[in-house]
């Protein structure tokens, strides 16, 4: 219940934004727009799930592709304890 509260919390703060959902975002966007820390973004983006554009470096991500992982359950995105 818990991650669930802070992921819709995340989406508000992101739709929020009002910002291009085509807009791509490094790892350092990603964190500095939603809290995450590096380590949990890196993480994301190593997901197959997340469909990173890896032929560019730094790696990106649509906000609209952002927008979509987070609204699914991952298990390791949960905070322990």
């Known amino acids: 219940m818990k991650e669930q509260r802070r ?4 989406l508000e703060k992101l ?3 009002n910002k291009d959902p085509n807009e791509l975002l490094t790892i350092e966007q990603v964190k500095k727009e939603t809290g995450i820390g590096t ?3 890196q993480k994301m983006f190593k997901d197959p ?3 990173v554009q ?4 730094p790696f990106k991500v ?4 952002l927008e979509d992982y987070l609204n699914k359950p991952h298990d390791y995105l949960r905070k322990e304890g």
Do not use: C, D, H, I
């Not at 992921?7 to 995340?10: A, D, H, P, R, S």
């Not at 649509?62 to 592709?65: E, K, L, Q, V």
């Open 15 to 17: 739709l929020k934004q």
């Open 7 to 10: 992921t819709n919390e995340l």
């Open 49 to 51: 799930e997340l469909p």
């Open 62 to 65: 649509t906000r609209r592709a």
């Open 54 to 57: 890896r032929y560019t470096q």
């Open 39 to 41: 380590n949990m973004v």
